[in-house]
């Protein structure tokens, strides 16, 4: 009885295991995802921009905002390294 006791148990900490695994596996696609629509987001952006840059009354538009989406898009990232850092410290 002890014996069969013992196999429950480890058999139950094995399937523990197994799902937290694949939590973590599915939190790194999503963490993924994420990061590669910023990065879309960011390539068309500079699609868009690249064309303003040749004109001399554009050039000042295109600097400011991209200071505003390198910080959004710092900001973003280092929520998403943090959150993924935190996932799997524990």
């Not at 390539?43 to 390198?70: C, D, H, M, T």
């Amino acid at each position: 009885m002890e014996e069969r006791w013992a196999e429950v148990i480890e058999t139950l900490d094995e399937k523990g295991s197994k799902i937290k695994y694949q939590l973590d596996i599915q939190r790194l696609r999503c963490e993924t995802e994420a990061m590669s629509r910023v990065l879309v987001s960011h390539e068309k952006w500079l699609i868009g921009a690249e064309a303003a840059v040749y004109e001399p009354k554009e050039q000042n538009r295109v600097f400011e905002q991209s200071k505003v989406s390198f910080i959004k898009r710092c900001d973003l990232l280092n929520t998403v390294l943090k959150c993924f850092v935190l996932n799997f410290a524990s």
